[in-house]
Structure formats: structure tokens, C-alpha cells
């Protein structure tokens, strides 16, 4: 078989005008990246407003495993075998970082005949974006220096004049706003700034990556560019001598940093190999941010589709919590069907038990003790009053007693629906049987519920989310995070939502547990205020915000060739 780049460059593409006509978007709500890619004019949403709304399809899976469960191929072959079947269905995506693209996880296009072409322009810049998002941050990060280095050499008279306006009284010790890079580089983590002769005061910061960016969040989240502009004004950056806030707005880069981003609101338009149409719109991750595409895509997909499929980050207790706690409260729009994507090798993984044998290989036992980590996420979506279908990814080295077992197992649990999904190999063919399945599971009564009410103090809302959402006997909070915790109430700020920033490799806090954890205690070492983005941050374990390079990069097989061309791009 082709590797996806090969597919990619081989696929006859329609012009993206022609995707976009297709759907019902206009010429003048569109603003062309080449013939490839377009960017859609938000002015689209008053001319649809009468329009009736599609289903609504949300993508999770299992706990994640290195060998890769195939989301966004079941996402993108999902729309394929939809439109196949005669449905009008459109997808909602994230846009890639780079930092995985040249690290161990590898682009995020689908594979196989179920991906977004060309992959290496979904890839590798897209729109640029998330460089807008990158250089808006880091515009708040020099602002604040800027105050702070000024503030420190001036006196309070002197500056006044001088500014126009009160200083701000900036605590170096707690400037809360860090820098952030689209790479993975663990060197950058944490380092001091200000160092040397009239720089500043010399203070600790460092780099996230820009998907852990809040301005991502606050992309992904916002309605439209008021709504993103206000949102902007409230980040906060940094505490004053008195341990009150100081905005983006205090400091007067809000406008600024909008301006930046302002044709970040904007989705973008691309294709899938057989000519559907998929919006990709912020890329935020689902371990140390809330791991969903933006609420904007979703808003004109549902106008102008029967059905739109969106995928959330990891696994159900990550991007799928998130995406029913923070983002369907801030969209108000609840999904209709929940697909979970499961592999044999995912349950095998999953299963806790130590082989030596090839995972390809029949496993039975391996199977069956695995097949509690998909009954547990089955369960943890129903929770959410969402219907659910199960999604076998299949991989060429599958064998059918295996395969027929575990749909034997799935028609035991309280899953709408199991399917077979061979659109990695067969495209939309391969998805139809799915395609059907979830049809008849957005038919179903939908009963949606939050799992907490945003009412009820912080650390209620921690528990329910440890014990209902992980399984938890209970949380630990560090001295360092009870003192945050008390900063956030003085703030006003508890009844704010939770983003859980943890592994995802496991169910628990710690990436080695497999299976279904037991008997553990989540523990939180610290808080990060998302004023803007509207939710509160809790650090779990020893999440990083600012990811590595392994010993053996994707950078390493990336290279381009005689005629221009990208090699060994996954």
C-alpha cells in the first residue's frame, strides 16, 4: 500500500471553489489560499441564520496507545461513507502543531484513503494560524515585560508623564503569562528573562507549545471576532504587588493581540480524497488544553450539512470531556451520536498484561482483559446521555474470530451500535456500514447532561470530574495549588469550568497503569486561570505544557526532493 503521502500527491483534486459551491458557500464568503484551501467569511452565518441545523457526530476512542487508533481516519471516513450513502455530512477538525508533526506522533490528516489532502498543506503551516496565535501571545508576553522593565528604572511621576498612564505595580515574582513556540523543546521550559543591563528585572518564565496557548482556547471557543476580542481583554497575565489581576486590557495589548489573530476566525476549507468538505479551524490539545476544533467551524457546518463530524482529542475521559463540560457550554449545541474508535491493538495494549508475543499476532487473553478499557469509555460517554457507536478500526493484520468476538462483546454493553471500519484501506466504501449505524444513532432520543454544575465550588467540581470522569477515590491538592486556589475564589473567578491537564495515556494520572486504574487519588499540583477562554486549568501528575523531542524524532525522515517535493512526511 501507498504510504499517505504518496495517496495524497496521487489524488485528482477539485478546486477548493468548486468544494466550497458544493456546500453552499458563495464566492464572496470565500477568500482563496491557492486552488487547495479557502478560508471562510463569518458574514456566512447571517445569510444561513433561517437555515435548520444537521446532526451533530463527536469522535473519541479508547486510552491512547503507540500504535495509533485512527480518529481522524475514522472522522474523515465517517463523512466519506455519509456522503456515500447520499447523507450531506461534513467534518470539523483541529489543526495540526508541528511540534508533533516533526516529533513521534506525526501529522494529524487521517491516513491511508481517509484523509484531508494535500496532507502536507494541512500539515505544515495551513493558513498559518497558529503562527498568528504564536506571535499574538508572545506580543502580550513583551508587553508585560515592558511594563515591568519601565516601572522598575522610572519613578511613579515619571512615568505617568511619560506614559499616560498609573503603573501597574507588576509583581515580577508573579507574571503568569510564558512564551510559547510551535516545536517541542524541553530545553525552553523554564528559563529567566530579563538578564543583563537595562533588560528588566531578572524573573522566571518560559515556553509552552502554542496548541497550550489560552488564545488557542479562546479561538476555538469564541463565537465570533467580538466575542474573541473580549475574551482577549480578560487573560490574564500577571499579579500586581497587591495580588490583584492585570489583564490584557490593563495593559492595553488586547487590540493589538486581536488584531494579529483577526483572520484567525476564519475556518479553513480543504477536501478529503473523494471530494468532502472539511473544516479545520484551532488546534488546542486535549492533554493540557481542551483538545477540540472551534465552536465557528461547528456553527456553519450545521448550517449547511445533514450531518457534521468533529473529533475530540485522545481518549473519552480527555478530549470528550472537555468537549461535553467546556465546549457544548460555551456552543450550547449537545452532540446527537458519540462514535468511540477502538482497535484490537488498543485493547491488547490496554489489557495490562505483559506478552512477549507480536501484538498482530492472536491474543485472546490479551483481548478480553483489554476489552474492559472500551467498556469503561463506552460507559463514560453514556454517562453524558449521548448515544454511542463503536467503531472497529481495522488493520490489514486483523483476523475475524478476533473481530467477531469483540462485536459479540460491544452487543453486551449499553453501545448503540458496533461497526467495522475499513476506511483506511477502501475509503468511503469501507465506511458505509458506520455511516448507516450512526445514522440510526442520532435518531435516538438525546438526553445530554453536564457531569457538574458550574455552581458548586472548585474542588466539587475536581471531584466529580476524579471520581465520575476518571474513577478516582478522591484528589490531593499541593501547598502550591491550595494557594492558588485561594488567589482564584479571591478572585471571583470559582465559578469558572475545569480543563483537567493530565497523561493520556492512561485513565489516571500515571501513563503506566493500564487497563481501568483503581484505588488512586488524583493528585493536583497546581492552577492556571483561563479567564479568557472561561475555564480553570488543573495540572495533574507531571504534565508537561512544553513537550520533547524523543531519541528518535520525525524530523529524521523528512526531507525534500529533486523536484520540490516533501519525503517522509507521516
Known amino acids: 500500500m501507498l504510504s499517505d503521502i504518496e495517496i495524497s500527491r496521487q489524488a485528482k483534486l477539485s478546486p477548493i471553489k468548486h468544494i466550497a459551491n458544493k456546500l453552499g458557500i458563495e464566492p464572496g464568503e470565500l477568500s482563496l489560499f491557492g486552488d487547495t484551501k479557502a ?22 476512542a479508547v486510552t491512547p496507545t503507540p500504535f495509533g487508533e485512527g480518529k481522524t481516519v475514522t472522522t474523515i471516513g465517517l463523512i466519506q461513507g455519509l456522503n456515500a450513502i447520499g447523507k450531506r455530512a461534513t467534518a470539523c477538525i483541529r489543526q495540526p502543531s508541528m511540534g508533533p508533526v516533526f516529533g513521534i506522533k506525526g501529522g494529524a490528516a487521517g491516513g491511508g484513503y481517509a484523509q484531508v489532502v494535500p496532507m502536507e498543506e494541512l500539515n505544515l503551516h495551513l493558513t498559518g494560524d497558529i503562527h498568528a ?3 499574538a501571545h508572545n506580543l502580550a508576553a513583551a508587553a508585560i515585560d515592558a511594563c515591568l522593565f519601565h516601572q522598575s528604572r522610572l519613578s511613579r511621576d515619571e512615568y505617568v508623564m511619560q506614559s499616560g498612564s498609573e503603573p501597574l505595580n507588576i509583581d515580577p515574582k508573579q507574571i503568569l503569562w510564558r512564551r510559547v513556540v510551535d516545536h517541542n523543546e524541553r530545553s525552553l521550559r523554564n528559563i529567566s528573562v530579563g538578564i543583563g543591563d537595562n533588560n528588566g528585572p531578572v524573573h522566571d518564565s518560559g515556553f509552552d507549545i502554542t ?32 495580588g490583584a489581576p492585570i489583564t490584557a486590557e490593563d495593559v492595553g495589548v488586547a487590540g493589538a493581540m486581536t ?11 480543504m477536501q478529503t480524497l473523494t471530494g468532502d468538505p472539511c473544516f479545520i479551524h484551532a488546534g488546542p490539545f486535549a492533554n493540557i488544553a481542551h483538545g477540540n476544533s472551534s465552536i465557528i467551524a461547528d456553527r456553519i457546518a450545521l448550517k449547511l450539512s445533514d450531518f457534521v463530524v468533529t473529533e475530540a482529542g485522545f481518549g473519552s475521559d480527555m478530549g470528550f470531556e472537555k468537549f461535553c463540560n467546556i465546549k457544548v457550554r460555551e456552543s450550547g449545541r449537545a452532540p446527537d451520536a458519540a462514535v468511540v474508535v477502538v482497535t484490537l491493538k488498543a485493547l491488547k495494549a490496554n489489557s495490562g498484561l505483559e506478552s512477549g ?73 469501507g465506511a458505509e456500514a458506520l455511516a448507516r449505524a450512526v445514522v440510526s444513532a442520532t435518531q435516538q432520543p438525546a438526553d445530554f447532561r453536564f457531569l457538574y454544575p458550574l455552581d458548586i465550588s472548585i474542588e466539587a467540581k475536581l471531584m466529580t470530574i476524579a471520581e465520575a470522569g476518571y474513577g478516582a477515590k478522591g484528589i490531593t491538592l499541593t501547598h502550591a495549588a491550595k494557594q492558588q486556589l485561594n488567589q482564584i475564589k479571591a478572585m471571583g473567578l470559582a465559578g469558572l469550568g475545569i480543563c483537567v491537564a493530565k497523561t493520556p495515556l492512561s485513565i489516571c494520572h500515571d501513563p503506566k497503569v493500564k487497563g481501568i486504574p ?27 505544557t512544553m513537550p520533547g523531542l524523543g531519541v528518535k524524532p520525525g524530523y529524521l525522515n523528512i526531507d525534500i526532493n529533486e523536484q520540490g517535493e516533501i519525503v517522509g512526511l507521516a
Not at 496548541?211 to 488557542?216: D, G, P, T
Not at 488584531?259 to 476549507?269: G, H, S
Not at 483489554?370 to 472497529?392: E, R, T
Not at 462485536?407 to 484501506?425: L, M, N, P, R
Request: net charge negative; with cysteine.
Open 133 to 135: 496565535v504564536s506571535s
Open 211 to 242: 496548541a497550550a496557548s489560552e488564545l488557542m482556547a479562546i479561538l476555538a471557543l469564541s463565537r465570533d471576532l467580538k466575542d474573541m476580542r473580549g475574551r482577549i481583554g480578560r487573560l490574564i497575565l500577571a499579579l500586581d504587588t497587591q
Open 357 to 429: 508475543s507480536d501484538i498482530n499476532l492472536p491474543d485472546m487473553e490479551r483481548l478480553v482483559a483489554g476489552f474492559a478499557n472500551l467498556k469503561w469509555h463506552i460507559d463514560n460517554v453514556s454517562q453524558y446521555g449521548v448515544p454511542v457507536v463503536v467503531a472497529i478500526n481495522r488493520f490489514p493484520t486483523d483476523i475475524d474470530t478476533e473481530i467477531q468476538w469483540l462485536k459479540g462483546a460491544v452487543a453486551e454493553t449499553s453501545a448503540f451500535g458496533c461497526e467495522v471500519s475499513d476506511a483506511f484501506i477502501e475509503g468511503a466504501s
Open 518 to 544: 483503581a484505588d488512586f487519588e488524583l493528585p493536583i499540583t497546581q492552577f492556571k486561570i483561563n479567564a479568557g477562554a472561561g475555564f480553570i486549568t488543573a495540572l495533574v501528575g507531571k504534565v508537561m
Open 259 to 269: 488584531v494579529i489573530m483577526r483572520d484567525t476566525i476564519e475556518p479553513t476549507l
Open 39 to 60: 478560508k471562510i467569511n463569518l458574514s456566512i452565518l447571517n445569510r444561513l441564520q433561517a437555515n435548520q441545523e444537521g446532526k451533530l457526530v463527536i469522535v473519541t
